[in-house]
């Protein structure tokens, strides 16, 4: 064989340096596209993976950051129970405290000294005006008035005679016998006896009825409700000092009570209106009464009106001293409301109930009426429709961001469906329908 040198095509030889496969060459009537672009999209899809991931990373966490900031925020707002004001009675009756006093009371103490000789009645006695009740020896008052009869005759006795030798210095006096000097003081030594003359008859006068106080009488109607003194026991006159009450009195035929009425009451507090009394010692019983007069003005202290209610006591019932719950019956309805003790705050501004509306606490001032244990009667400061705290915290200020507590059901009867269960569709409220 010999030799021949290949021959190579122009196209070969063209492509000499880089040479294509036969294969590639028969399927190349496309173009092939470049290697950067297969990089660049590469490089996207990385980012894009790597965002994906870091979102699904970092939003979690931002949502439960929030999550714990809204929840920490919200256990700081305190959570309280409210109720509604409940309406007061609408009659308006009001029980006030009272004491029994007797209508006319009397310590009687002696008006002399001396000796206790009799008493007459004891206690209990049902006495009347003028009666008797004891005899005191005076007799140191009794030589007191001896004596100051014997100065009076002894004042009189001088009286005559002054009277005599005035009378003969006037006929004197005419006839120049006497001088007018000695006139003048025959007049006046009569004026001078004709003065102590009308003391002493004052001093008697005073002696007498001085004596005349060694027998106590009673002053008026009454029972005698103490006797302090007895036979041969010494007495001293006078109501001070070593003197002492000898007896007591009082007049319980009509008794008399003393009651403070409320500022809030006070004007519908008008004598005439009928008051009935309550006693422990009577249960189930009323004594009628009726209001009889007031103060007509408000005790700055207590602020109340203080008013009188007179019942009748003819059975003797009754007794002076006793406490007594007074049914003061008004005549014009005023609003009230009902509400748990566990919802007032005592403060140094007074008496307050705490509100919540719109989510903030407010602190309102009212003023009570009657006190029901439990429960206390509100007469001023409120509307009815308040939500009121119950268990206020101690640290609650005016516009505190509060919320309100969920109220659970109220307890059913056994037997009976729940009060806040609602009938299903195509079931009536009565049962199970057919």
Known sequence: ??????????????????????????????????????????????????????????????????????????LAIPTVMVIHPKQGDPEQEIILPGNIQAFEDAPIYARTNGYLKKWYVDIGAHVTAGQLLADIDTPEVEQQLQVAKSDLNTAQANLNLSKITEDRYD??????????????????????????????????????????????????????????????????????????????????????????????????????????????????????????????????????????????????????????????KLPEGIPTFILPVNTLIFRSQGLQVATVGDGKASLVRIVLGRDFGSEVEVVSGLTGQENVMVNPPDSLVEGEQVQIAEQSPQPSVPGAPPANLQPKSGQQPGGPKN
Not at 50 to 65: D, E, N, S, Y
Not at 282 to 288: S, V, Y
Not at 294 to 322: F, H
Request: no cysteine.
């Open 171 to 328: 006929g004197l006096k005419n006839t120049d016998s006497v001088s007018k000097q000695d006139v003048d003081n025959a007049h006046g030594d009569f004026e001078a006896k004709k003065a102590t003359v009308a003391a002493a008859e004052s001093n008697v006068k005073r002696l007498e009825e001085t004596l005349a106080f060694n027998k106590i009488y009673a002053p008026f109607d009454g029972i005698i409700t103490a006797r302090n003194t007895d036979i041969g026991q010494l007495i001293d006159s006078g109501s001070g000092g070593s003197a002492k009450e000898m007896f007591h009195i009082q007049s319980t035929r009509v008794l008399r009570v003393y009651i403070n009425v409320p500022q809030q009451y006070s004007q519908a507090a008008k004598p005439g209106l009928t008051a009935d009394l309550t006693l422990a010692e009577f249960p189930g019983r009323r004594f009628k009464g009726q209001l009889v007069r007031t103060a007509k003005a408000i005790d700055q202290a207590s602020r109340t009106l203080l008013v009188e209610v007179d019942v009748n006591n003819t059975t003797g019932e009754l007794l002076p001293g006793a406490y007594t719950g007074v049914h003061l």
């Open 1 to 74: 064989m010999t030799d021949e040198p290949v021959k190579q095509s122009p196209r070969a030889g063209a492509t000499s340096g880089n040479q294509i496969p036969a294969e590639q060459e028969l399927h190349s009537g496309q173009a092939t596209p470049p290697r950067s672009g297969h990089s660049v999209l590469i490089a996207i899809l990385v980012v894009i993976i790597v965002a994906g991931i870091v979102v699904m990373g970092v939003v979690p966490r931002l949502k439960a950051k929030a999550a714990l900031r809204t929840e920490t925020t919200n």
